[in-house]
Every structure is written in C-alpha cells, then in structure tokens.
C-alpha cells in the first residue's frame, strides 16, 4: 500500500487514495463541528490558505450560519487578493484528433462520425486574426492526443504563428497551452516557444474510476497523467493550471485530490500551481451527462468554488462557458477570477459557424465578447486583458512572492484599466465603450498611489490616441 507522502515524485503517494479516504471520513465526522469549523475559519481569515484536510471539513460543513460564513470570506479574500478584475481568455482548438478513449469527450478516438479537422497554419492565422477582432489578448491552445497528426512540432510551429500575427491593433501577447502529458524534453521546447501556462486537467484524481474513463490510448497512464506537472516544472515551466471534471467522481474526493496536488507542487517546487479550472461536464456530440452519476447542483458548485478560494487564495481560479451566465455571475463573487468570452469549442469555430456535432462541449454562456464585457462591467467588475506578468518575467514563485507581498495588486488594477482602454477603442460597440469609459474615470480613483495614478491618466490619453501596449 503507498504511504502519503506530499514531496513523493510518485503520483500514488502525493494523490494518496487513503489519505483521501481518511480525510473525506474526518470531514464526515466533524461536519457538524462548529467549534473545529469556527477555528479554521478563523485560520482562513489568515490569508494564508488551509490544508485539504481543513478544507474538506469547510466543504462538508453542514452548518447553515457557518455556511453563510464561508461564503462571506470567499468573498472577501476575493475581493482583497483580485479586487473587482476579472482576466479575460478564449480557448483555440487546433486538432480534433484524438487517439484516446476518454469516454466524457467526443473526441475519443472510437467516435467515427465526427468530423475530424486539424488547422494547417493558414487557418491558424485566420483564426487568430477572427479572435484578435474580438479583442483577445490571452488565448489557451487546445488539441487532442494524437503523436501522428498533432506532434509537438505542430504545437511549436503553431505557437510560433499565433504569436506573430499582428492584425491591426491586435496581438496575442499571451499562450496558454492544454495539451497531453508529455515529456521533460517536450516541456522544455513548449517553455522555449514562450508559452504562458501549461494546463493540464487531471479529469479525476480517483485511480480506479480514472482508469475506467481512459479505458484505451496513452491517457490511461494514471501516472504518467498525474506526474505531468512534475515533468512540466522540471522542464522549465513554472506556471502550470490543473482542475478536474467535476461530475466524473465524487466531487468531495476531487477536491481533496486537487488540494493535495497543489500541496506537492509547493513541497517539491516551491510554488503551487498557478491557476484551477472547475470545468463540470457538459453535453456533446455522443456524450449524455446523465450517464455520470457524481454530477453537481449549482449549490454545490458554489461552495466548491468558495472551498477552494479560501483553501489556495493566491491561485487564480478559471470558469468557461460551459456554465450560464447565471452560474458565472454567482461564481465570480465567490473566488473565480478569470473567464473565457466568445468562446467556440471546435476546430475552425471563430472562422466557420460552429456545427454543433463538432465541438468538445456544448456552450452554455454563447454571449459574444463584447456582451460579456459590458455583462461584467455593468455588474462593477473591470475585464481585464492584462498579460503584463508573464511578459515581465513575473512567473513561478516570482509571481507568487510579488502575490504574497500584496505588491501585486498596484500592478493588477492600472494594467487592467489600461488593457480594456484598449479594447473600448478597438473592439468595443458604443454602448460598451460609454459604459466602460465612466467605468474607467470611476476606478482611476482608486489607485492609491498618487504617482501611479498620474502615470495611468496619461497613458489612458495616449491608448485614445492610438499609442498601445503599456503596462506595469
Ligand atoms: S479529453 Fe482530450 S485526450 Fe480525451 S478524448 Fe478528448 S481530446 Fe482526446
Ligand atoms: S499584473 Fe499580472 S497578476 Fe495582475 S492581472 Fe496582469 S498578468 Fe495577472
């Protein structure tokens, strides 16, 4: 039997089934707790986060008022770590081909009717062109599994190209890449191409269900999956984004397991991960949620949300447009500080119209940019297109020593006003641009250093004056 060990290289101690167990049976015993949950409440008000088995008794509290009580700190710490920013992405499929067998996704490789399509570099840059025309600074590439027609040297060379596309006032000036567990080697070329973050999804850190659900390709790996971010570290790459599937397995494991995962990359590098995506799964070509029993309620979903806020408060935490916008809404006060907008979830979808069988998941927020733009600041928060952090050099356990010194928030604020400057005077439909201009003059108010504040008034003049690209 494996023994929990969090700085273990070896997947199966660092995501330790029994002491998953165990902390989901301590959570069970002490969800009514209320003296255990008011100390760790008070131990999140730190600010310093909780460990999985602290949080795992946060997230089965079955008390009403202490429940009201997490939430309300969720919120705070959101508030005090992000303010009222929220970073804006959209995903970019490039190849569908896939030669896995992940049964919760369309594009297994036994899904002989779907439309199989790969980008060749000319469709790449039309693409990106489409999503620079909406507004787009940050993308996240996206492609299946497949060593034959997706090779490595396909995702390098693509890179390569959407960062060299330069359409009018547009630019990607950030790539984050989702692709599968590769090796060291691999890793180090993707750092070299100038990649952002490198997300992967663990789907479900439950080794047994794991299986089942990759029941065929190289993805069945549970290891190999698991000890991906290990290989990514050491290959230079020090920003890394994971997240499970929520529905696939119990949802109160899956929380355990991402904790713990985060808990190993900080005891062996130093630095947890950069981000946490809380995809829940969706409907697709020949994918039925409902055959998946672990599925979640919005309520649920919220306070998973809330848990992970307070138990990692330095980790950005993303939502796509799987959710509605009414889900979105109740998320975003509660700890998620990036968005996706726009998006289309398959291959070619910003050029072509999306045929509906083709895409990875249905959408459920199908609003344009634009409209979520304006969604966003007329609910008092500011869309931000910052990448200035990753283009400084601010990355790993720099980034994470700026974020814990709180120095970071006179960098986030004036480069979040001055990226959607931009984008109010290059994308943005009037009542988007009136909306976001008062916006503006309201939140320059609140940047507290005087210096700072002069610096920004003058570059938001030269943005509307056709100057472009400042950042702190
Ligand atoms: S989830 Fe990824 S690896 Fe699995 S079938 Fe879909 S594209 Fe392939
Ligand atoms: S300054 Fe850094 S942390 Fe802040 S929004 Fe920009 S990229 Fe993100």
């Known amino acids: 039997m494996a023994i929990y060990n969090p700085a273990s290289s070896k997947a199966e101690e660092f995501i330790n089934h029994e002491e998953i167990l165990e902390t989901l049976e301590y959570a069970d015993q002490n969800k009514t707790n209320e003296a255990l949950i008011d100390s760790l409440i008070e131990k999140a008000k730190l600010r310093k986060g909780l460990t999985h088995r602290e949080a795992s008794v946060l997230l089965a509290c079955q008390i009403p008022e202490k429940n009201e009580e997490i939430y309300a700190l969720a919120e705070q710490i959101k508030k005090d770590f992000y303010g009222n920013r929220i970073v804006m992405f959209a995903p970019l499929y490039l190849s569908n081909y896939c030669v896995n067998g992940c049964v919760y996704c369309p594009y297994h490789a036994k899904n002989k009717h779907i439309p199989r399509k790969k980008l060749t570099q000319e469709e790449i840059r039309q693409e990106v062109i489409a999503l620079q025309d909406m507004g787009h600074k940050r993308l996240a590439l996206e492609t299946g599994e497949d060593p034959i027609n997706n090779p490595i040297e396909y995702v390098l ?88 599937l929520f529905g696939l397995e119990l949802y109160r494991y899956e929380f355990a397991g991402l904790l713990m995962h985060a808990e190993h990359l900080e005891a062996v590098f130093g630095v947890g991960p950069h981000t946490i995506s809380v995809p829940r799964i969706r409907r697709a070509d020949d994918i039925d949620p409902d055959v998946f029993d672990n599925g979640i309620d919005d309520d649920t979903f919220a ?83 910052c990448t200035a952090c990753y283009r400084e050099g601010r990355t790993g356990d720099r980034f994470m020593s700026l974020c814990k010194s709180g120095q970071i928030q006179n960098c986030c604020h004036p480069n979040a006003l001055m990226t ?27 940047i507290p250093k005087e210096k700072v504040r002069q610096i920004v008034i003058e570059r938001l003049e030269k943005i509307a004056n056709g100057e472009r690209d400042f950042r702190f």
Request: hydrophobic share 35%; net charge negative.
């Open 157 to 244: 060379e693509s890179i390569k190209t959407i960062y060299s596309i330069k359409h009018k006032n547009g630019a990607i000036r950030r790539v984050n890449v989702n692709i599968a567990a590769t090796t060291v080697e691999n890793y180090r070329k993707l750092k070299e191409a100038g990649i952002g973050t490198y997300i992967l999804f663990q789907e479900t850190y439950h080794k047994e269900s794991y299986e089942k659900l990759h029941p065929t390709g190289p993805k069945h790996n549970y290891a190999y999956h698991t000890e991906a971010m290990d290989r990514a570290m050491q290959g230079g790459i020090d920003d890394v984004g994971i997240g499970v």
């Open 303 to 385: 306070k998973l949300v809330a848990c992970i806020r307070i138990a990692v408060p330095y980790t950005g935490m993303i939502i796509s447009t799987r959710e509605s916008q009414k889900c979105r809404e109740r998320v975003l006060h509660l700890g998620v500080s990036q968005i996706s907008g726009g998006s289309r979830t398959s291959v070619g979808g910003y050029v072509e119209p999306e045929e509906e069988d083709s895409s990875q998941f249905e959408v459920s927020d199908t609003r344009t940019l634009d409209e979520v733009v304006k969604w966003l600041m007329e609910l008092g928060y500011i869309p931000s297109f």
């Open 420 to 446: 959607l400057k931009e984008y109010l005077e290059d994308y943005a439909r009037p009542e988007t641009k009136a909306v976001g201009d008062a916006l503006i003059l309201k939140e320059i108010e609140n």
